[in-house]
């Protein structure tokens, strides 16, 4: 089991914009690199990267949830 | 009636700014936070405090019927917008004084008008303000190019009709170039747009952004010189001055005159921007947008004129008329402002939200810093990276130069990563100091710099 953290600070997003799908779901395959959301810090938005591959076994932050440096986002499942 | 309780919809370092200009006119003062902002300077400063909502912009300072029923619970007589947020949006002003307040601003019709880009240019060519040559209308095809073209004069710049973005826009030096350009363009427009409609535009060389500040009480209005904001990133302005050392005295009377006329001519009201692009080479100036608010820069202006310009919105929005004459405004020395943002220059301007450690503000004849930070605060990622605004004023540009880059030395905001480095890297650069730079300067200039982070 592994963890991915928020880079910084900011609010969580899990699609790249509102009309567009989660860029992952719950249960979808992840592989290094793979981006699994946006955090918005400031008014610029940063890719949140998986660095490990597996499963997305759950999402810990929600979609437009406001996190703080360090806080696990999703949990992948090697 | 004169404003006795004032809301502040806004926050970070133009709302501390209010705050202290409404106390020094004796207005009670109630400021809006979200809540990731409880703790900020303004709420510190204020008289009172009201929470608007969750941090996120949009349920709190861009939610126009929270704020105002929260000013209207608060007992204010007023809203003052700031910059920003809802400072240009006419259905909140709209709301304002549907609610029985007073919007520290024109008038909604006013910021409808002047926010809608082809609304402003008719009022703009209405005053007989010059704006950029274009083409009336769409293009049909390359002939209709070419006979616009020689009406505009080269060179010139073609555009989707249809478009925005920048997308399909190319230059043509040359009939010969347009005539080749123009097809390209236009199926392109098409391709993109389903619309193969071209319009044509003069394009200005080397342009320079110069920015006239008026006031306004609805009848009268007076200029209060010009700001040149060229040195920008990403559309961004960086560094700004006052006034703009590369207008003669007869260049900048006309066009600030040019700003009084369209500023009289929609009855305006409050403090407000023109901004117009500038050729050197050929000493043209074109309107190109109207900001209907206070303007980040708008300290450049205070200090080169001694005016008070939110002391002076907040007595006009009170139904004064304005405290001073034309003839009353006078250009005394350069005034310099850069923006002390929390990003890394050296790693691509990266955000950096974070904790203030120990401040050393450099203070003293002819600097001033409008900030919204303190030591221990812990500043929010929700908003912008602003922190606040070195502002130095000196008898000519040379000494406004050398005083920045003194004040540069001593500020010191620890626990963050700030755009200081970039301020005084810039304070020393040859092509700044001898003002030879455009709109287009800074990015390649960055380009070959190494921004060593404090």
Known sequence: ?78 | MAIRRLFIANRGEIAVRIVRSAKALGIETVQAHSEADADMLAVRLADHAVCIGPPAAKQSYLDADRIVAAARDAGCDAVHPGYGFLAENADFAEKVEAAGMVFVGPSPDTIRTMGDKAAARAAAIAAGVPVVPGSDGRLANADAAVAAAEKVGYPVMIKAAAGGGGRGIRIAETEEELRRLAPQAQSEAQAAFGDGGLYLERVVRDARHIEVQILGDGSRAVHCFERECSLQRRRQKVWEEAPAACLDAETRATLCASAVALAENVGYRGAGTLEYLYEPTTGSFFFIEMNTRIQVEHPVTEMVTGLDLIAEMLRVAGGEPLSVRQEDIRLDGHAIEVRINAEDPANNFMPFPGLVGALSIPEGEGVRFDGMIYEGYAIPPFYDSLLGKLIVHGPDRAAAIDRMAEALKTLCIEGVKTTVPLHAALAADPAVKAGEFHTQFLEPWLAGQTLAAE
Do not use: H
């Open chain 1, 1 to 78: 089991m592994a963890d991915i953290r928020s880079p910084l600070p900011g609010t969580f997003y899990r699609a790249p914009s509102p009309e567009e799908p989660p860029f992952k779901n719950e249960g979808d395959a992840v592989a290094v690199g793979d981006v699994i959301g946006l955090v918005e810090v400031m008014k610029s938005f940063m890719e949140v990267k998986a660095e490990v591959a597996g499963k997305i076994t759950r999402f810990v932050a929600e979609n437009e949830q406001p996190v703080t440096a360090g806080a696990v986002l999703a949990e992948v499942e090697g």
